[in-house]
């Protein structure tokens, strides 16, 4: 049930800025750009609620599920060059 409860929580957030941070960087690397959404909704509780480290797993855990699910639909296709 904790997983649930965090999923319910982080989801809206962690797909808003999975879809911000592939659009700005297209080229960067998954990791990077995973790392980069982890920082931003540390950063975001910071000013508002502590996330805690207990979360932070599982927030990472969603982000793979979110990005390989994205992934897989071809919600990410881009153009050729």
């Keep these: 049930m904790k997983w649930l409860a965090i999923v319910w929580q982080y989801l809206p957030t962690v797909i808003a800025a999975v879809a911000a941070i592939e659009k700005a960087l297209q080229g960067a690397p998954g ?9 931003a909704i540390q950063a975001g509780a910071k000013q508002g609620e ?30 050729p060059k």
């Design 31 to 39: 990791a990077t750009k995973k790392q980069l959404i982890l920082d």
């Design 50 to 79: 502590t996330v805690p480290e207990s979360h932070i797993a599982g927030v990472s855990a969603l982000i793979d599920q979110v990005v390989g699910t994205l992934n897989a639909t071809g919600f990410f296709s881009h153009p």
